[in-house]
């Protein structure tokens, strides 16, 4: 059972342009939804997270779009930079302190 | 700074073998958790703790062991090493639900 599903597994895109990653959830009851960054060689890190009561969070480049009623969320990356090329993740965890489950996934390359 | 260390970063053993992976955190977290990375399946949850003497079994914990004796360590161990465990390893700590993940430990089974 797969809870969290992520889409692509990859994404290539033109440097300045959008880089888009979807996710999907099942159990209604998660209730924060972060997206973590990872280069190769290294562990995940933290980029940008958002809880269901609000629909938007953006921090810099990075925008989290949220649709409760769908059951979905994205990552908005604008202005895409080659630094930028790495894997992300979508998450999502109920309660303060609960575990995380991820999504498979998606390698973005950013062609400079 | 505080941080969370992992050791080996490295390993190779052989099938059978007993093996234990090391995870360290100076945050003072009381949450810690044991993730495998592998392609196609990102990261899947092996076994967590919420402090010192607890532990629980993640999605796949089938031959895996943690054992939480103080609030900085949580040691993963593989009792019999079995080629479908050669991954890379992470281990998390947090408080609050934003996670801090270790360097990871890539190990092999032959």
């Known amino acids: 059972q797969q809870q969290v599903k992520q889409s692509p597994q990859s994404l290539i895109v033109q440097k300045g342009g959008i880089s888009i990653i979807n996710c999907a959830y099942e159990?209604?009851?998660?209730?924060?939804f972060p997206w973590y960054q990872q280069f190769p060689g290294k562990g995940p890190a933290l980029l940008i997270a958002?809880?269901?009561?609000?629909s938007e969070k953006k921090e810099g480049r990075f925008t989290i779009s949220f649709n409760k009623s769908a059951k979905q969320f994205s990552l908005h990356i604008m202005d895409s930079q080659p630094g930028d090329s790495a894997t992300y993740f979508c998450?999502?965890?109920?309660?303060?302190?609960?575990?995380?489950?991820f999504g498979k996934g998606t390698r973005l390359h950013i062609l400079p | 700074d505080a941080e969370i260390t992992q050791s080996p970063r490295h390993k190779i053993t052989e099938t059978g073998r007993q093996v234990t992976l090391a995870c360290h955190q100076t945050?003072?977290?009381?949450?810690m958790f044991w993730y495998r990375q592998d392609l196609g399946h990102g990261l899947r949850l092996i076994h967590y703790?919420?402090?010192?003497?607890?532990?629980n079994k993640g999605e796949v914990s089938d031959g895996y062991s943690v054992s939480r004796s103080n609030t900085e360590d949580l040691p993963l161990t593989l009792e019999s090493a079995a080629s479908s465990q050669t991954s890379v390893y992470f281990c998390?700590?947090?408080?609050?639900?934003?996670?801090?993940f270790g360097p990871g430990t890539r190990l092999t089974v032959t």
């Open positions: 998390a700590s947090s408080e609050g639900q934003a996670k801090n």
């Open positions: 159990n209604t009851a998660f209730d924060y």
């Open positions: 958002i809880r269901p009561d609000v």
């Open positions: 998450a999502a965890s109920r309660g303060r302190d609960d575990k995380i489950i």
């Open positions: 945050w003072n977290h009381n949450n």
């Open positions: 703790s919420y402090g010192v003497h607890d532990t």
